[in-house]
């Protein structure tokens, strides 16, 4: 049995360090890699819908160049008051159960760098083809080459797509690859890949290697996909 005082002052000295509270308070970047690519898959002034959009930060460069018609889903307060300080049309739900629209209420679902943290990724997937014409959907790719060989060397949980976190403080509470997405993708059916596009490097052979072989060397796949009617 662990002792409450123990486990008290363990959590408030690694609070700076867990995601698994979704905790935005300290702050949060507002600018990330993988924006401007989600931005660029947007048609202007469309409907979008941003399951676990945590501070904001996506929505509101969205609505800015954008002009979308924007609605968020977040469960963390910290996040959701982000949100509000931010004039954004945000609510607190979970987003891996049934959500409270119609079918097809938007042009648009994003999920961005969050399905590997919720407890039903496939009804997350189900919803978001339920309620968008489009989804786009990012992730970190559990099978990158760095993190294969964290745990052939290493033994141990591989931490290149932990963001700097540990295995037991991580809100990433379901590791998969890219080819573990497709198998789910045929299994949820009637979504279609429309393209798959990830942060270039400066490196040509790298890029290559990239697109060629994304399950090894795509760190953060970004995946445009449509809904078959």
Not at 12 to 39: A, C, F, H
Not at 65 to 81: R, W
Not at 92 to 109: A, G, M, Q, R, W
Request: glycine share 4%; proline share 4%; charged share 25%.
């Amino acid at each position: 049995m662990i002792d409450p005082q123990f486990q008290m002052n363990s959590n408030s000295q690694n609070v700076s360090n867990d995601n698994r509270n979704y905790d935005y308070s300290s702050g949060y970047s507002e600018n990330r890699l993988e924006y401007t690519i989600i931005k660029d898959l947007i048609e202007p002034r469309s409907k979008v819908i941003d399951l676990g959009c945590g501070n904001g930060a996506l929505l509101s460069l969205l609505k800015s160049e954008k002009q979308i018609n924007e609605t968020g889903i977040e469960i963390s307060d910290s996040g959701l008051a982000f949100c509000k300080n931010k004039k954004l049309n945000v609510f607190k739900h979970t987003i891996d159960s049934v959500l409270p629209f119609e079918d097809n209420s938007f042009d648009y679902s994003i999920c961005n760098v969050t399905i590997q943290m919720v407890m039903y990724p496939e009804v997350l997937l189900s919803e978001m083809k339920r309620i968008s014409k489009y989804q786009i959907l990012s992730f970190p790719n559990f099978a990158y080459y760095k993190n294969r060989l964290d745990l052939l060397l290493k033994g141990r949980m591989p931490k290149p797509m932990l963001f700097d976190y540990k295995w037991y403080n991580t809100g990433h509470i379901h590791q998969f690859s890219f080819n573990d997405l497709f198998d789910l993708l045929t299994e949820i059916g009637a979504l279609k890949v429309k393209e798959i596009r990830f942060a270039k490097t400066d490196n040509a052979a790298k890029n290559f290697l990239i697109q060629t072989f994304p399950n090894l060397f795509m760190p953060i796949p970004i995946l445009s996909l449509e809904k078959i009617l």
